[in-house]
């Protein structure tokens, strides 16, 4: 079945440092893959998406993740966090389970200023 | 443009009771899918609605049913309430997902937070 693993629970970072967060997935066929983003009191939203193509794909806010085939993964990345992102992070994927996203448990970003 | 709205907010419930949670997708969409958000853990697929049928269904128990209208709203009704029950259930919508083939974003409603005591 498929399934997606976020390694990092709780990540805690000092405003201008770097950020990646890490996410690997289960299934080796064809795969759509997101990150979506909680912020506190909010609701879930998209950050960016891969279907195919630049394995380098850019989202909203300065974020970009990396698809990387041959370790099924897809990090996610922002060069220089803001206290603004403090969030919970999702890694998602579609795929074998049809339309469904299959979502890890999560990373939780606190970013203090 | 209304977003994804959900109702009600939050509801508390009792084992064995049986509850019905609402969904009004964004304007434009016609999908619903519906999700369980249990305290730390990510969303995990319950099932998918288009065209008034179910299209898609997650590992949950026949306890969880659903519905969708002619509009495009759709009900999560469960049956025989336990607190393992006790969750956020988000509703998401997006447009011809099937067609999409998973690549259509789904846009998330701010949830149902359901305790069950």
């Known amino acids: 079945a498929q399934s997606v693993s976020q390694h990092n629970h709780h990540v805690i970072l000092s405003e201008a440092a770097s950020l990646e967060l890490g996410c690997n997935y289960s299934?080796?066929?064809?795969?759509?893959l997101f990150w979506y983003v909680q912020y506190p009191g909010q609701h879930l939203q998209l950050l960016l998406k891969?279907?195919?193509?630049?394995?380098l794909v850019k989202g909203i806010k300065g974020f970009e993740a990396e698809f990387i085939k041959s370790k099924f993964s897809f990090n996610l990345r922002k060069p220089s966090v803001q206290w603004s992102d403090t969030a919970e992070y999702f890694c998602a994927v579609t795929g074998q389970a049809g339309t469904a996203l299959i979502f890890g448990k999560g990373t939780t970003l606190s970013v203090s200023s | 443009d209304a977003g994804v709205t959900q109702s009600p907010t939050h509801l508390i419930k009792t084992r064995g009771q049986q509850v019905t949670l609402r969904c009004s997708p964004k304007?434009?969409?016609?999908?619903v899918s519906w999700y369980q958000q249990a305290l730390g853990q990510g969303p995990q697929f319950i099932f998918q609605y288009y065209e008034e049928e179910e299209r898609q269904r997650g590992n949950f128990p026949d306890r969880f049913s659903g519905h969708q209208f002619p509009n495009y709203s759709s009900e999560l009704n469960v049956n025989a309430l336990l607190l393992g029950d006790s969750a956020l259930y988000l509703c998401a919508s997006s447009w011809r997902a099937l067609a999409g083939g998973g690549r259509n974003e789904q846009f998330f409603g701010p949830g149902t937070r359901l305790t069950v005591l």
């Open positions: 299934y080796g066929g064809t795969v759509n």
């Open positions: 304007s434009g969409h016609d999908t």
């Open positions: 891969y279907f195919s193509g630049d394995p």
